[in-house]
Structures are given as C-alpha cells and as structure tokens.
C-alpha cells in the first residue's frame, strides 16, 4: 500500500493511478457501449458524446477543486478551455487527412479512437521532459512565453498556413519504405496479400494506417503551441496532464459535429491567436507589476471572454459577409451581361 503514496511529479501514486483508471474506464465505455458496433456517428450523437465528456472533465475539475484547492481548480479549467479551443484547428487538419485518404465517416472513428491513445502517451512524455526541463532551467518558461506571443502574432498578420497532407515527411518516408494498398480493407490497419512480383503473402499497410500516423504526426506539431500554453498557465505536472488529455478526449466526438461547420467560425482563429499573445504576455506583465503571477481567476475569465468574442463575432458577421459576397458575384454578372 505505500507504493500508492509515492510522490510521482508533486503527486502521489494513487492520484496518477485515479486518472488513468477513470481514462481507461471512459475509453472501455466510448467502445463497448456507445459503439459497439460500427456505424457512421451523425451530427447529434456527436454533439451528446461531446456534452458528456464535457461534463466528466467538469466534474473532475470539482474533484481537483476539492483535494487541491481553488486555485488549482481555476487553473485546471483554464488548461481545459484553452487546449479545447486550440484543438479546433487540429479538428480541420483531421478532416483535410481523412479527406486526402479518402476514408469514409464509418471508418473514421477507429482512427481517431487510436489516435487518442496514441496522445496520451505522446503528450505523457512531452510534459514530463517539460517539467525536468523547467525544473532545471527555469528561464525556458520565458521562452515559451516568447514563443506563445511570436506564434499568436504570426496567426493574426499571416493567418492559419494551408496544412499540405502530401508534404508531411513522415507520410514520404512511409510511402518510399513500406508496402502500400492502394484501396481500404474496412477498418484494418495492416492486411495479408501476395506480392505482385513474387507471389509470397507479405504484410501491407493500408491508408487507414497512414491516416492514422499522419493524425498522431499532427498532433506533435500542434503541441508546440499547446505544450507551452499550458506551462503558461501553470507548472502543476497533475493539473497540465489531466486538463490535456480531457479536452482531447472530447475531441474524437467533437470531430463528427464541428468538422463540416468549423469553417464557418471564421474569427476563432483570430481568438485563439489573441488568446496565445495573452497567455505568452502573462509572465512579462506580472514581472512587470512585481507579482508572482497573474490571479488565475483572471485569467480564466479573459481567455473565455476572448474566445465567446470570436465565436459571437462569427456567428453575427459570417452571414452578412456571406450575402455580401453573393449580392457582388450577382452585381458582377449583371454588368458582364449588360457589357455584352
């Protein structure tokens, strides 16, 4: 039983061990209930699985809130609404890799069920050498701070780049050293089949498979920015984890009801570029005012308010935009006709 108290990165053992249960708990759920069989997930399951996983990381925040005080409980939900609302791009990438495999919505799930498993290993690793890295070299975290505000600057000037699928060097490496199909084999990664040239069944590897590892490639990149987001709002290794892998968690079902739709949230990539310049500014403004941080209930607040703006100011001026650029497209052909 002592092993449980084993202090794990400021935490003991059985609070790491809590989490993880409760993970697997809601992954064993998400597969063994909600899909249990294979099918093409619409718009509204999409918007309830998504309303319950918001609700389960609430209700942990409520537990977070209870063993590790108020402001931690701020801060865990301040990583939570932040990396949610960073993974809204990562939701577009998906569907331009899904769109550029040409993999149909009823496989598309088990490649983002993977995917997250692949996360929370990933994102495991990535904060724990951010945590020894801080701890040694304490003046990274106004690297990352300068990182955030170069980043969020460059989002606003420049714009979101076009993500090219064809460019990704993992996906070239793969193509020039493994053995391909061409066509699916409905939702499995790796099938048997004989060699063109020699006849002998060889294994190959499928586009689900590349889809797959082209999405965990992608998640990597967009942890660039997020990794230092939220050791921006905190170094709590236990509070950066959970608030992570929570929002990602809800991101497989999120996918089904924002992918169609997210291009219609046309200032949400201008809000999380603001929300990334606030953030990375936190650390020189509270040296500035000679505190040792920016109260974390300010900062929830200002990243919400900021974020509820792009999504109002969406929601407002996309549609009169829209008539806008129809009535000059009208306007236009009315004059070519009159010219001719």
Same mark, same amino acid.
């Given at each position: 039983m002592d092993t449980?108290?084993?202090?794990?990165?400021?935490?003991?053992?059985?609070?790491?061990?809590?989490?993880?249960?409760?993970v697997l708990v809601l992954l064993v759920f998400d597969l063994g209930v909600f899909h249990r069989n294979s099918h093409e997930i619409g718009v509204r399951e999409s918007l309830f699985l998504s309303a319950f996983y918001i609700g389960v990381a609430l209700a942990f925040g409520g537990w977070v809130w209870q063993t590790m005080g108020d402001d931690a409980a701020v801060l865990?939900?301040?990583?939570?609404?932040?990396?949610?609302?960073?993974?809204?791009?990562?939701?577009?990438v998906i569907a331009l890799i899904f769109a550029y495999f040409n993999i149909p919505r009823?496989?598309?799930?088990?490649v983002l069920l993977?995917?997250?498993?692949?996360?929370?290993?990933?994102? !495991? +690793?990535?904060?724990?050498?951010?945590?020894?890295?801080?701890?040694?070299?304490?003046?990274? =975290?106004? @690297?990352? %701070?300068?990182?955030?505000?170069?980043?969020?600057?460059?989002?606003l000037v420049m714009g979101d780049d076009e993500y090219d699928v064809a460019q990704n060097p993992v996906l070239r490496l793969m193509q020039r050293r493994c053995r391909l199909t061409e066509e699916l084999h409905g939702e499995r990664f790796f099938v048997r089949k004989p060699d063109a040239k020699t006849g002998r069944m060889l294994t190959f590897v499928t586009p689900l498979f590349l889809a797959l590892v082209v999405i965990e490639f992608a998640d990597v990149v967009f942890a660039v920015?997020?990794?230092?987001?939220?050791? !921006? +709002?905190?170094?709590?290794?236990?509070?950066?984890?959970?608030?992570?892998?929570?929002?990602? =968690?809800? @991101?497989? %079902?999120?996918?089904?009801?924002?992918a169609a739709m997210l291009h219609r949230f046309t200032y949400l990539s201008q809000a999380l570029a603001i929300v990334l310049v606030f953030i990375g500014s936190k650390i020189f403004l509270a040296d500035a005012l000679g505190l040792t941080k920016i109260p974390p209930a300010w900062s929830l607040s200002i990243t919400?308010?900021?974020?509820v703006s792009g999504v109002v100011l969406s929601i407002v001026k996309a549609p009169r935009e829209e008539e806008s650029?129809?009535?000059a497209v009208t306007s236009s052909g009315e004059a070519d006709a009159v010219r001719r």
């Open positions: 449980l108290f084993i202090d794990i990165m400021g935490k003991p053992a059985w609070m790491w061990l809590a989490f993880l249960l409760l865990y939900l301040t990583g939570f609404v932040v990396e949610k609302s960073l993974a809204m791009d990562n939701i577009f009823i496989h598309q799930r088990r993977w995917g997250i498993l692949g996360v929370i290993i990933l994102r !495991a +690793i990535m904060i724990a050498a951010g945590v020894v890295i801080i701890e040694r070299f304490e003046w990274m =975290l106004y @690297l990352f %701070a300068a990182f955030l505000i170069f980043s969020g600057i460059k989002m920015d997020s990794i230092p987001a939220i050791f !921006a +709002i905190t170094t709590d290794p236990y509070i950066i984890y959970t608030s992570n892998i929570f929002a990602i =968690l809800g @991101l497989r %079902a999120l996918y089904f009801a924002l919400i308010g900021i974020l650029d129809e009535a």
